[in-house]
């Protein structure tokens, strides 16, 4: 069974520029969560989608959002890049939306903002 | 608010040697705890979930314990080998299906 896909792997922008990253989960996982991943504050939880809704937000401003598909696919977008942006964006999935299900993270896409 | 440590963030040990990497939680109120382990530059890969209900989890020569009470779990790696090299994480769930990582520590098996 193929794992979390994530693409693309490497992204270079510049500020003010919009970006779009995309996660395949593993199939007939249902749940998908976005993580940025930083030096300077480590992994930090963006958002979870289930059932094409969102159902957890973390604490970032309103210039990252995402969305679901029917087929479970993920898309997060963020616009108006600031080299702050500049991470490891890592998907996470899962079977279902339950608290005690193992989540299976994707390889990241490395994005750097210039 | 949850907040997860671990210590040490780094750690060198010669090959054969057993591991012993440490986690703590400040909330007790968890679902689960997963120990993760990344490569450089590479996603996060999956090693032990314990859920709150047990205390242990062994996967190989992979031992993980969960204290909920006093907010600790310890990974344990038997005979150690330059393979295990990496950054391993632990990370609780709470609500939702969120998770809330610690800083990881950062391991180096020497030949």
């Known amino acids: 069974k193929a794992g979390v896909t994530q693409t693309p792997r490497y992204l270079i922008k510049t500020r003010g520029q919009q970006v779009t990253l995309s996660c395949s989960p593993i199939?007939?996982?249902?749940?998908v969560s976005w993580y940025q991943q930083t030096p300077g504050q480590g992994l930090q939880f963006l958002f979870e989608?289930?059932?094409?809704?969102?159902?957890n937000k973390g604490n970032f401003p309103g210039r990252f959002s995402g969305r679901q598909f029917s087929n479970s696919r993920s898309e997060m977008n963020v616009s108006t890049l600031e080299l702050g942006d500049s991470a490891l964006y890592l998907c996470?999935?899962?079977?279902?939306?339950?608290?005690?299900?193992?989540?299976?993270f994707g390889p990241g896409t490395r994005l750097t903002v210039l | 608010k949850q907040e997860v440590t671990q210590i040490p963030a780094a750690l060198s040990v010669p090959e054969g040697e057993n591991l012993v990497l440490n986690c703590s939680f400040t909330?007790?109120?968890?679902?689960?705890l997963q120990w993760f382990r990344q490569d450089p530059g590479k996603g996060l890969t999956s090693l032990l979930l314990?859920?709150?209900?047990?205390r242990e989890q062994t996967s190989g020569r992979l031992n993980a314990s969960l204290d909920k009470s006093s907010g600790r779990s310890t990974l344990y790696i038997a005979a150690s080998q330059p393979g295990d090299s990496a950054t391993y994480l632990c990370?609780?769930?709470?609500?939702?299906?969120?998770?809330?990582f610690g800083g990881g520590t950062r391991v180096l098996v020497k030949p």
């Open positions: 996470a999935s899962s079977l279902v939306q339950g608290v005690y299900n193992e989540q299976f």
């Open positions: 199939s007939g996982h249902r749940s």
């Open positions: 989608y289930f059932s094409e809704t969102q159902r």
């Open positions: 909330d007790s109120a968890i679902y689960n």
């Open positions: 314990i859920q709150s209900s047990q």
């Open positions: 990370a609780v769930k709470a609500a939702g299906n969120k998770l809330t």
